[in-house]
């Protein structure tokens, strides 16, 4: 069974950074597609990025491109999602989750393991 660890939220003034990350156990980490997801109050849960098992393909929602990067490190098992030009709009509970098949989608309902979620509050 796969387990997914997500670190690094916390609060931060608009215009600011952060990264999160997210730690696998169990499963063929290196074969997955990872992703990230937010989801505000009140609101659905959204795509935020994608990258795929060997880190060679990208996408990004159009809300946070140029401004958001994930990456992933097959070694450490580890994804990162590095958030710059933080803005209020960002703030939500951030999830990583891993596809299986490998498939970069932009789907959360593709996605077969999902972590806890870790808060980003940006302030005004």
């Known amino acids: 069974q796969v387990q997914l660890v997500e670190y690094g939220g916390g609060s931060v003034q608009a215009g600011g950074s952060l990264r999160l990350s997210c730690t696998a156990s169990g499963g063929t980490f290196s074969q997955y597609a990872m992703g990230w997801f937010r989801q505000a109050p009140g609101k659905e849960r959204e795509f935020v990025a994608t990258?795929?098992?060997?880190?060679?393909?990208?996408s990004y929602a159009d809300s946070v491109k140029g401004r958001f990067t994930i990456s992933r490190d097959n070694a450490k098992m580890t994804s990162s999602l590095h958030m710059n030009s933080l803005k209020p709009e960002d703030t939500a509970l951030y999830y990583c989750a891993a596809e299986a098949n490998g498939l970069p989608t932009t789907s959360s309902r593709m996605y077969d393991y999902w972590g806890q979620g870790t808060q980003v509050t940006v302030s005004s």
């Open positions: 990258i795929n098992a060997n880190g060679g393909f990208t």
